[in-house]
């Protein structure tokens, strides 16, 4: 393995200019708290070319994607204002190397929260909630990775479109979420598969974002997946449509 630096400057060169690259740990073991570490100095690059950080996303939250990497555990990732794409707008599909889509939940801060916190702590701090979806993009060959590999790629995070904001005091524990492709639905399932209930992903962020200073007011959270993802093509239009709180939708360009 080479330095933390750079291996922070290659996979932050690879998601610039959408090349692919190979695992980190083809090369020898690399553990978790290392890839944290490359994960925040890739980061830094980013704020440094001026970019702003805005949130963060939580990942692997659904038993189907932690038995799919072999994991129990849920990972993270940074979100920043360069990542936002326009509700109802397009994305580019020439600035991602494998793009994928999510259909997510998505929490506005009203307050910071930081640290061990009980679900209702967690949904006291929270402004507002919306529809959502991620685009899921790893900068690694064939979208293989190790846990400490995706860690490092920010967690594949590459993009988030989100829909109305509504607000919290009402039950999302258990909503139909629909992801369709061109009107065709491709994933159906459930807010209930992000980690039980998505406040949960909340509780699971404060504690994750204790190591980076505690989630601020008026970041975003993305909750996680509650299906599996969809590959996404040029010329695609893909909605998610959740129960009770709206839809959200972004076209796919050249
Ligand atoms: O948001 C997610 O759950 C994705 C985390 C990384 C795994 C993947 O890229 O599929
Ligand atoms: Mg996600």
Redesign the pocket.
Known sequence: MTTLAHAAQVVDEAARTATAIPQFTENGPLGVEEAYAIQTLSLERRLARGEKLVGI?M???SRA?MVQ?GVDEV?WGRLTDAMRLEEGGSLSHKRYVHPRI?PEIAFLMKRDLSGAASPAEALSAVEAIAPAM?V?D?RYRNFKFALPD?IADN??SSGFVIGNWSRPDQDFSNLGMVMEVDGRPVQIGSSAAILGHPIRSLVAASRAAATIGGLKAGWIVLA??ATA?HPLSVGETVRTVVQNLGSVSISVGE
């Open positions: 996303k990942g692997l939250t994607k990497v990972i999510e991620e899921i790893s995706v967690s594949s996680g997946g993802a």
